[in-house]
């Protein structure tokens, strides 16, 4: 049994459904991750975990114990908030060390304790200073600190770098990562950001509505979306729609419309007629002013519709003369480099037929 199981659990409020019929098992020493967009229920469930909510239908286990006559304060579970929600009045000493006074640690525990939970975000030497003097990142690191002093089995956390600006927060992640990695606490961690979702995870539960879409280790998450949901949600996409025209061996052709036959592998026993999606990343395409034509990949010309310069890459939208639009990503590695077609170059675009991944309707 995982050390914490979520079974069958579902929340209302009136008759709005906001956790719909929930199942998770997290070991013990994960990096385990809610994400989903605004609304679908993330905060939701991390609250019935932490006890400040109780579910309507379904249980939740921590080492096989129902927790639901627990309440928060007695769920070996700390929970740090976007709002870090520092004590203004404290100092970094005094909130860190805050938990342990509730706890009634013996004062003589408790300087060592902090000391070593500052020590543990890096902020050793900082036990001083009042929360409005720190960064954003640094009352971040105090909240994490405060809630690893006193050990819980898990840590929660919601959306806790959303505050900080996109340099910081890529920084905050790197610490996250081997925070998690030195003091082994199980961490589930709830956000919106499927990139932040990727860099930090053992395992991911994409959620929508209420419910999880897919849930699976980051890499399969990226390459093997299960729904449509799931591939539109995480990065930029390509969703190439029909229905199947053929079927030899593992390649499975899609007529897809306003584009023509796509060749895709596929181990889906879906059979000629059915509907399907191929879901294919930006990256997977090549583009090329002329591909051979005896290759076996797929290849369509078309024009360059828009381009999108970012520095390190550039997108190309490429129009199909049936109307589709196909999403290429280049990267500029050569140096001095920016761009290699413009907008209205013919060009043609082109994919192995295992770039990508048949999404079954
Ligand atoms: N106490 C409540 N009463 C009524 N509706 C609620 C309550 N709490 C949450 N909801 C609703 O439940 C749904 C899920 O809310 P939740 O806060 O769990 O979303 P979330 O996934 O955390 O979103 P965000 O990314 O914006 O934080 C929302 O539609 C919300 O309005
Ligand atoms: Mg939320």
């Not at 699976?216 to 729609?241: M, W």
Request: proline letters at 6%.
């Amino acid at each position: 049994m995982a050390l914490l199981e979520i079974q069958n659990v579902t929340r209302r409020f009136g008759d709005f459904t906001a956790v719909d019929n929930v199942s998770i098992g997290i070991e013990a020493g994960e990096f385990f991750t809610l994400l989903g967009p605004s609304g679908c229920g993330k905060t939701t469930l991390l609250r019935m975990i932490a006890g400040f909510d109780l579910p309507d239908g379904g249980r939740i286990l921590l080492k096989g114990e129902d927790l639901v006559d627990r309440p928060p304060e007695r769920r070996p579970m700390r929970m740090v908030f976007q709002s870090y929600a520092l004590f203004p009045h404290m100092t970094v000493e005094g909130n860190v060390a805050f938990p342990l006074q509730m706890a009634k640690t013996p004062a003589s525990e408790i300087s060592a304790k902090v000391e070593a939970a500052l020590e543990d975000v890096r902020l050793t030497g900082f036990d001083k200073r009042y929360p409005h003097e720190l960064s954003g990142g640094q009352r971040q690191r105090v909240a994490i600190g405060r809630a690893l002093v006193t050990h819980p089995s898990v840590l929660l956390l919601d959306e806790p770098l959303a505050a900080l600006d996109a340099k910081l927060r890529e920084e905050m992640q790197i610490e996250l990562i081997n925070l998690q990695k030195e003091v082994g606490i199980t961490f589930v961690y709830v956000t919106h950001d499927q990139t932040e979702a990727l860099a930090l995870s053992h395992r991911i539960a994409v959620m929508n509505k209420g419910r999880i879409e897919q849930l699976d280790v980051p890499s399969k998450i990226y390459g093997f979306p299960k729904t449509r949901f799931v591939a539109d949600f995480i990065g930029h996409i390509n969703l190439l729609s029909g229905s199947v025209s053929e079927r030899q061996g593992g390649v499975i052709t899609l007529a897809v419309e306003g584009l023509g036959p796509v060749r895709v592998t596929s181990a889906s026993p879906i059979s000629v007629g059915g509907a399907g999606t191929i879901a294919l990343r930006p990256e997977k395409i090549r583009i090329q002013s002329s591909a051979p034509t005896d290759s076996p990949d797929n290849h369509y010309r078309g024009t360059v519709g828009d381009l999108l310069y970012m520095g390190d890459v550039t997108v190309y939208k490429v129009s199909i003369p049936g109307g589709t639009r196909i999403e290429a990503l280049l990267a500029n590695s050569q140096s001095g480099r920016a761009k290699f077609f413009e907008i209205g170059d013919a060009v043609e675009v082109s994919w192995p037929v295992d770039a990508g991944h048949l999404i079954e309707e």
